[in-house]
């Protein structure tokens, strides 16, 4: 797969992806004091679909376009198909809003966000975006996020690296492990593509040992996870979730699974 993230905007894994956050975003900014979120691999911020990579995958049709043409989609889809939208100003699904954008959107007076991208371009056309809604950083987000994480108010942290490197999902573990270790009430919501089933549970099983804290596992299968050249789905590890995150961000796994997936697809949610 191309890991560029243009070619998979607004497909099944940025809807479970997103729509997760939006979740999140809301039970979080109803707890009083400032609310930090750090969003490690924020990317270009919005995507046009009908541009040359994302209509040479494909997959925004079978996602984005999907949900927003759908009767049935549950209320945990809400804000982001009213932030698709407003992007879109009612016309048709022709761009999809990124992390920062949906996150930007949610968040209070005095509540921050920093948002991190290695690519110059997608850097650049981020802070184009984002302008003084966020900070606006060209680094690397797994550094970032336990350096700049507050020590006592409440964090969100959002971690979706675009797993090209071999070690991503080691970092993205031990990221989480040093932000909680400085933060012990902070909320980490990790996201990892579903390809095979020795590459998850090597990673379930490393994050269990290194963070000591609840976790909630949230799986989205379109597929039998039997070829690793593939993603078959995906998943959230949500560090600390916040009370009641189970039933909507179950609603959202089990509408793409039977919705999107092969032969209706199976949906997850547990506790690790």
């Not at 109803?30 to 979120?37: E, S």
């Not at 797993?163 to 080691?170: F, I, L, S, T």
């Not at 961000?249 to 039977?258: D, M, P, S, T």
């Amino acid at each position: 797969m191309n890991y560029r993230h243009a070619f998979h905007a607004g497909n099944f894994a940025d809807l479970a992806k997103h729509a997760a956050l939006t979740v999140l975003l809301d039970r979080m900014t109803r707890i009083a004091g400032p609310l930090t979120v750090i969003d490690t691999h924020a990317g270009a911020g919005a995507y046009d679909l009908t541009g040359d990579m994302a209509r040479r995958s494909g997959e925004a049709e079978a996602g984005i376009v999907r949900l927003m043409g759908a009767g049935d989609a549950p209320e945990a889809f809400e804000v982001l198909i009213a932030a698709t939208a407003r992007i879109n100003e009612g016309a048709g699904v022709r761009l999809y809003p990124g992390s920062p954008m949906l996150i930007a959107a949610s968040l209070r007076p005095g509540d921050r966000l920093i948002a991190c991208e290695l690519r110059p371009d997608d850097h650049a056309h981020l802070a184009n975006l984002m302008g003084e809604r966020a900070e606006i950083l060209q680094a690397d987000g797994f550094a970032i996020a336990p350096a700049r994480i507050p020590g006592k108010t409440p964090v969100l942290i959002h971690i979706d690296p675009p797993y090209e490197r071999g070690d991503d999902y080691r970092r993205c573990v031990q990221a989480a492990a040093e932000a909680v270790a400085k933060n012990s009430a902070a909320c980490v919501m990790i996201w990892l593509p579903l390809k095979d089933l020795e590459t998850f549970d090597r990673f379930l099983r490393d994050l269990e040992t290194s963070v000591r804290r609840p976790v909630l596992i949230a799986e989205t299968r379109l597929r039998p996870l039997d070829d690793p050249l593939k993603m078959n789905g995906c998943a959230l590890a949500i560090l600390s979730p916040p009370a009641g995150i189970e039933g909507p961000v179950g609603e959202i796994c089990r509408w793409i699974a039977h919705n999107l997936g092969q032969n209706g697809g199976e949906a997850r949610v547990w506790n690790l």
